[in-house]
């Protein structure tokens, strides 16, 4: 019998947070190529974008069986509401998805709603 094991993340590292005044313009400042929509995350009256650190060096593979996950920066804005789909005139659209049911994003959109107001 197989046995199966949850080893949960046990320390998220965010080496760059940037603040947008609103979700719209987290979008407009999003580099995509045109027509390819882009993928943002929404828990706790935030919405972000996270970039993480790419694995393909042993190093960072190590730190992720470890249970330590590396994210070169994560962009993010209030948005009070979730809605499956955001878009700008003129310009990107951006697919939404609910993660209020990850304990761990959910975790990271609290942090981030604490950096909202943060004079940092």
Partial sequence: ????VHQPVKELVIMEYIRFPSAEELVRNMMLPPGQPA???WAEGVVFL????PTNNAKVVEELLNG???WMSVSFAPMANYSPMLSVEKGPEAMV??????SLLTQVARWLK???SASE
């Fill in 68 to 70: 330590r996950v590396f």
């Fill in 114 to 116: 604490s950096k909202l």
């Fill in 97 to 102: 998805i609910n993660v209020s049911r990850s």
């Fill in 39 to 41: 993928v943002l995350y």
């Fill in 50 to 53: 996270p970039i993480p650190v």
């Fill in 1 to 4: 019998m197989v046995e199966i």
